[in-house]
């Protein structure tokens, strides 16, 4: 079982190919803490070429943030041609209950089989079949109220499901883990939990039989980068350069701390 230093190490090793279909808040944020982890992010979304760029990528993920029917057929084309050409794919449900359009192209984007599922305490357990207390793309409830829908959703769709917020938990339907760490600044700056999408997703390209750990140690990165930057940060604004300061200064000790990943 790798441990998550081995897995950093081995993402800035290779520097793995990662197709991020994301909304436009999150392009530019989402592309630099790829690139400050290691890794090389492509926007590449439309639909004629999206499926053929899968292939080529070492893990796909997408983001239905800012929807359209262009994007929607982007989004179901790469994956899958993750799917045809065995890369994983990481789905990020954005607020997929709030309209009829959001829910029919997230029941389209599960039937093509995500490998890891990452949302928040809402997404998961409305995702789940249940009811959250869900505001447009804020969550209303607390990680620990998804748990068990989390166990449930991995478990029905076998995939690994990530729900995030103050203490992240992950789970394949049998193991669980949860992760500690971060800053309560994260949650005011623009499109953080879009970006932390894609870097599950460096994780899943150099991990892609183990998309438990690779999920939990980008968890796990994120959370120490979040902790670290937020020491000297005065809000929100300073806080952003920082994080990206952080996790490319990020070193495996931090990530292999027996206090950051414990068993759930």
């Known amino acids: 079982m790798p441990t998550p230093s081995a897995l950093l190490a081995a993402l800035r090793e290779t520097a793995p190919l990662v197709q991020c279909i994301t909304n436009y808040v999150a392009m530019n944020v989402a592309a630099n803490v790829l690139l400050a982890a290691g890794a090389s992010p492509a926007m590449v979304h439309a639909e004629e070429e999206a499926g053929e760029f899968a292939g080529l990528a070492g893990a796909l993920t997408i983001n239905i943030g800012t929807l359209s029917p262009a994007w929607i057929g982007g989004m179901k084309a790469a994956a899958g041609?993750?799917?045809?050409?065995?890369?994983?794919?990481?789905?990020?449900?954005?607020?997929?209950?709030?309209?009829?359009?959001?829910?029919?192209?997230v029941a389209d984007l599960l039937d093509l089989r995500p490998a890891i599922i990452r949302g928040n305490a809402s997404e998961i357990i409305a995702l789940a079949g249940g009811q959250g207390s869900g505001r447009g793309v804020d969550s209303g409830d607390p990680v620990e109220l998804a748990e068990e829908a989390a166990r449930r959703l991995a478990a029905a769709r076998g995939a690994v499901v990530a729900v995030t917020g103050p203490v992240d938990f992950v789970t394949d339907g049998t193991r669980s883990l949860r992760i500690h760490g971060g800053s309560p600044l994260m949650p005011r700056v623009t499109a953080l939990g879009c970006s932390l999408t894609g870097l599950v997703g460096a994780f899943a390209a150099v991990a892609p039989e183990e998309p438990l750990?690779?999920?939990?140690a980008a968890l796990a990165a994120f959370a120490a980068a979040g902790e670290a930057a937020g020491r000297g940060a005065e809000g929100p604004g300073s806080f952003a350069v920082r994080f990206l300061d952080a996790l490319h200064a990020l070193d495996g000790a931090s990530l292999d701390a027996d206090t950051r990943i414990a068993a759930a």
């Open 81 to 105: 041609g993750a799917a045809a050409a065995g890369r994983p794919w990481v789905l990020d449900p954005v607020a997929h209950f709030a309209t009829a359009l959001r829910r029919r192209a």
């Open 213 to 216: 750990n690779a999920t939990a």
